[in-house]
């Protein structure tokens, strides 16, 4: 779709920063709200890329741009950090606390019902964070990178999603890879099954190791990974998937991790059709896919572009897009922002070590803006015990 206000070139509308290299776009000629209608548009040769975000829901509208240009570069993406970070607050909790886990037992119990056909749900939380003063989304994301070792940075412009998203970028710095394609091979690295990281070396491996033999854990991944192979295997000539998952950190999470790499039937396939084809995987979602959707979206009401996915395609058909977590939408103001973090919940989760997980990954985006969220954490509890 031609866009009534193109975007020159020198605007910077895209940025995927993986350890290795980084491809940042700038401009746009076009703007997609619909995927199909930019994958027509790539395998057509209308246009030669498309960046951006899809929903979580992908019954809500993409914010997809035909960018003017594309640039892919080695190493990481690497920018001055500016001296001066605004000061930001957490505003608003959505729910509060004690609300998400009542949300994380009721989810439990209707799990371990035999009459309901669920065998996994991801629930989520919000924070609404302020700034004192404006902070642009390319500030932001350089603190992300600053702050998340060797991990992968996002910045995408909203506004091709419609009047609502104008002028607002998600910005994160998210660990998983739903799907990449690069020639005819395929991979994809989902994460799910996870521990919060510990400042003490001591308690940081045990928790690893933990973790690695966590039958609550492993089962969890087992779902996600059993659900990627469904999703691909009509897609691909060959599937390789490793048989346990292996341990992979950041700096705030140890996660459970599988690699698996195929080979597509069609070599054309765009990138961007491989993700709509897994998208959402149940680490962000849950089993059965629509009926976790549903429950979601009942519970939590529209995520937005949390846990959609964030990325590029090529007319190639290259491209990669990674899942969007640890990651914030910061308004046109760029002083108001929603950040999001869940966890995925089995029969045998426990609601006390799902609020703390999500209060563990919320760590990467709060750093960013300079707020110490455990400190806020334990005030808001402190002043819930004396209230
Ligand atoms: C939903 C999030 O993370 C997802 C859920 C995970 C889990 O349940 O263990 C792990 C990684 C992600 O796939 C998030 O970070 O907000």
């Known amino acids: 779709m031609q866009m009534t206000n193109p975007v020159p070139s020198d605007v910077r509308t895209f940025l995927l920063s993986r350890p290795d290299h980084h491809v940042i776009a700038g401009g746009a000629t076009a703007g997609f709200t619909d995927p199909a209608a930019a994958v027509a548009a790539l395998r057509s040769g209308t246009i030669c890329a498309v960046v951006g975000a899809l929903p979580f829901d992908l019954r809500e509208t993409s914010a997809l741009m035909a960018p003017?240009?594309?640039?892919?570069?080695?190493?990481?993406?690497?920018?001055?950090?500016?001296?001066?970070?605004?000061?930001?607050?957490i505003t608003t909790e959505i729910p509060r606390p004690a609300e998400h886990?009542?949300?994380?037992?009721?989810?439990?119990?209707?799990?371990?019902?035999?009459?309901?056909?669920?065998?996994?749900?991801?629930?989520?939380?919000?924070?609404?964070?302020?700034t004192e003063s404006a902070l642009s989304p390319w500030h932001l994301a350089a603190r992300l990178g600053a702050g998340d070792g060797p991990g992968s940075v996002f910045v995408a412009d909203l506004s091709a999603a419609g009047p609502r998203f104008t002028g607002h970028h998600l910005v994160g710095a998210s660990p998983e890879v739903l799907i990449r394609k690069q020639g005819s091979t395929v991979s994809c690295h989902p994460l799910a099954g996870s521990a919060p990281r510990s400042s003490d070396p001591g308690v940081d491996a045990a928790r690893a190791r933990h973790l690695a033999s966590s039958t609550k854990d492993l089962h969890e991944h087992r779902i996600v990974v059993d659900g990627l192979r469904a999703a691909l295997a009509p897609l691909c000539s060959s599937l390789d998937v490793d048989d346990q998952p292996s341990v992979v950190g950041t700096p705030t999470m140890w996660h459970l991790g599988t690699p698996i790499r195929g080979e597509v039937s069609d070599t054309a396939v765009t990138a961007l059709e491989l993700a709509l084809a897994v998208h959402p995987t149940a680490a962000v979602c849950g089993s059965p896919t629509p009926a976790a959707r549903d429950l979601i979206v009942a519970t939590e009401g529209s995520r937005g572009f949390y846990t959609g996915a964030v990325g590029w395609?090529?007319?190639?058909?290259?491209?990669?897009?990674?899942?969007?977590?640890?990651?914030?939408?910061?308004?046109?103001?760029?002083?108001t922002a929603t950040a999001w973090a869940g966890g995925g919940i089995v029969a045998q989760s426990r609601p006390d070590d799902e609020l703390r997980e999500t209060t563990a990954k919320f760590r990467t985006i709060l750093a960013a803006f300079g707020i110490d969220h455990d400190a806020a954490d334990q005030r808001n509890r402190a002043r819930a015990q004396s209230a």
Do not use: F, H, Y
């Open 68 to 89: 003017r240009t594309l640039r892919r570069l080695d190493g990481p993406w690497k920018q001055p950090l500016e001296d001066e970070t605004p000061a930001a607050t």
């Open 101 to 130: 886990r009542r949300r994380v037992e009721r989810v439990i119990a209707s799990l371990a019902d035999p009459a309901s056909p669920l065998e996994k749900v991801v629930l989520a939380r919000a924070l609404q964070v302020r």
């Open 313 to 335: 395609s090529d007319a190639q058909g290259d491209g990669q897009w990674m899942v969007s977590i640890r990651c914030t939408q910061l308004a046109a103001d760029n002083r």
